[in-house]
């Protein structure tokens, strides 16, 4: 599998070199203009702005100008190229992801933080993030920070945080109108406007899409309608709204297991009737005043609401859920001298409080003339509030510290109660009534070093004591004895991190890290007493390279590879790995520019054996690895730009989820798209 890897890597290279065999050579131009230079300003690690080469931080920056250039259509598809990164895609649509940091496998989703310009959108129980709630088109750049960031962002940053960062006013009045259509009878459009003038600009988008998919049943219509207003008072004081609405249908093709293989292809699905549809829209309010160097303060505040209808047949859940999530996020950031040296400091509070109503229905066919009547009442609610400071001093001209703490305390609450009367004749009713709270407090540490070579090297050591609260599911089922198990433990981390950056060649670049992360009390799920408990003892262990280089003023390449150990290091499973992560995952991408018009693309991911998912004792052969080419071949004429796009261009057959079935005790995949096209235009004005 690995000369299939490398074979494939050194045919793109090869085709790239002979694409341009007539260029000159190497380019003299900074390789800064594409990649990421140690003086680039990110605001995801400290919570405030700061340069890479000034924070210990391990972290990828992907802007707009790559993601136009990707062939990509979904921001969680755009993260599968990123070092340390590993993207599963249930059913190939984007909708349903999980986005892994550093090896957390079947939990990725609830160890990796998303944040939408700063606002988490992590839900409160196991549903993972809705990567679809934002389109790829309202993106002007992603900052991924692989590690902990538990000082800055509190729960589910144990493996990293991902920070989107939307779309704002420009220049001058300026639009784009974009078409594009493809395998699976897909279809997108988008239309977007922004302007910018005087002390008001704004940034209006909207999409939509649908999709038969790839598989039965994994159909996927989507409404996205969203903006940015922002308006400068005076030079010190700034206000900025942000607005976007999500409304979804999607079909849930479920699994195949081996036995039904004889019987079925792996386009085709088991659970035909599986459906969710989802409404999503929020605001987001930003002000931000400068005391003229007194400091800055800055006030977020905002409100979101999903509705989400679950007809899950498959699995006789029917139900209707309200989720209701306000947040306040106060922050003031002053830069000032301490002893004479420059010094930052960050200080702030996060309140975020949410309410989920669920009402549950009855089951079809039981009986048939009361089917669709309410059986039980849920609501469930979480309230948390953190603390933080975090302070960077500059100690030499190369040489700075950065420190950090924060305390947090989350409070949840279940209330549960069945709708009484005939409903007691249903199998699955169940009169428990459930009124019960859980507390959880919490603080995290942070300390780093970086030292500066010049503008060509940056080297870091950076440490971080972090925490996972529970998922509310994690807590609760109405089915357990007792309903909410209270004795669940806090997952903590300890996590030590090496970085080495290098921009020693005007037209490269290359950055390398290494962490070492222990965990106490680490949540899963025990597929052998269906509940959830907590591992005693965990280990990861990885090396990530990655290298940017412009190898002339018409071609640049870039690299990325990770080896991930993830480990149980106590009990029954001691020495095991975990299911789902695996030791290697290589990417390779080429850039060609064509002519001064035609540019070319692609990109090569290899993705290891892993174990699937329930097999921590290992009683299974691990899920085959994988390779996939994509290739994307566009044509810029002015305003205009037509491209053609191939994914999985070799046609590999694989899949990227896969979990063993408790109840028949055989292999369940999730297979993923072979071979499909895209094509499309837009047109700026």
Known sequence: MLRKVFGICFWFVVLGLLALSGVEGLSAEAFAADGVSLGEI????????????????????????????????????????????????YYGTGTRVAVDLRGFGEFASQN??????????????????????????????IEVLRGSGSVAYGD??????????TKKGKQNLSGKIAVSGGSCNMHKTNISVSMMESNLGYSLD????????????????????????????????????????HEADLGLSGAIRESQFAANTRRDSLFNDDKIGEKNWYANLDLSNDFDGAGVLHLSASFRRRRVTNNLLSSLTYDGRRIDTLSM????????????????I????????????????????????????????????????????????????DLLVTVGYRWEKAKYEFDSAPKTG?????????????????????????????????????????????????????????????????????????????????????????????????????????????????YSKTRRTAAELSLLWDLNDRLSTNFSYTHTQARFKDGTYNGNQVPLVPTHKISLGINSDITDQIMLSATTNFVGERYFINDQAHSYPR???????????????????????????????????????????????????????????????
């Open 156 to 165: 589910n940053a144990t493996g990293g945080v991902v920070n989107i960062i």
């Open 623 to 685: 899920l085959d690895s994988y390779v996939t080419v994509d290739a994307k071949l566009s044509y810029q004429l002015d305003k205009m730009n037509i491209f053609f796009g191939a994914n999985n261009l070799f046609n590999e057959q694989y899949c990227e989820y896969g979990a063993i079935s408790t109840v028949y005790g055989e292999r369940g995949y999730y297979p993923s798209p072979e071979r499909n096209f895209n094509a499309g235009i837009s047109l700026e004005f």
């Open 42 to 89: 990110v605001v995801t690690p400290l919570r405030s702005e700061s340069s890479i080469g000034k924070t210990a931080a391990s972290i990828e920056i992907i802007d707009r100008q790559a993601i136009e250039e990707s062939q990509e259509s979904t921001i969680a598809g755009l993260l599968r190229n990123s070092a340390g990164v590993v993207v599963r895609d």
């Open 112 to 141: 990796t933080l998303v944040l939408i310009d700063g606002r988490r959108i992590n839900e409160i129980d196991l549903t993972g993030v809705d990567w679809a709630q934002i389109p790829l088109e309202r993106v002007q750049r």
């Open 346 to 397: 960050v200080v702030g509070a996060d309140y975020y409080k949410s309410d989920t109503i669920i009402d549950a229905y009855s089951h079809a066919g039981w009986p048939t003339f009361y089917s669709g009547a309410k059986t039980r009442e849920t609501d469930i609610d979480k309230e948390s509030v953190g603390y933080y400071v975090i302070d960077k001093i500059d100690l030499f001209e």
């Open 206 to 245: 909207s999409a939509y899409v649908t999709t038969d998919g790839y598989r039965d049943n994994s159909d996927y219509r989507a409404f996205d309608f969203g903006g940015d207003v922002n308006y400068n008072l005076a030079d010190t004081t700034k206000i900025d709204l942000s607005m976007h609405y």
């Open 329 to 344: 996020r106060p922050k003031y950031t002053l830069d000032s001298e301490f002893f004479g040296k420059n010094n930052s």
């Open 422 to 534: 005939i409903w007691t004749a249903d199998p699955f009713f169940n009169a428990t009534v459930v009124n019960q709270d859980a507390a959880t407090l919490n603080r995290a540490v942070n300390a780093g070093i970086v030292y500066n070579v010049g503008d060509i090297c940056r080297l870091s050591f950076n440490y971080e004591k972090g925490f996972r609260t529970p998922a509310t599911d994690e807590y609760y089922s109405v089915w357990s004895t007792p309903p909410v198990n209270i004795s669940l433990k806090t997952q903590k981390n300890y996590t030590y991190q090496l970085g080495v950056n290098f921009n020693s060649w005007e037209s490269a670049s290359v950055s390398f890290s290494w962490f070492f992360m222990n965990l106490k009390n680490e949540l899963y799920y025990n597929p052998a007493t269906f509940s959830n408990e907590n």
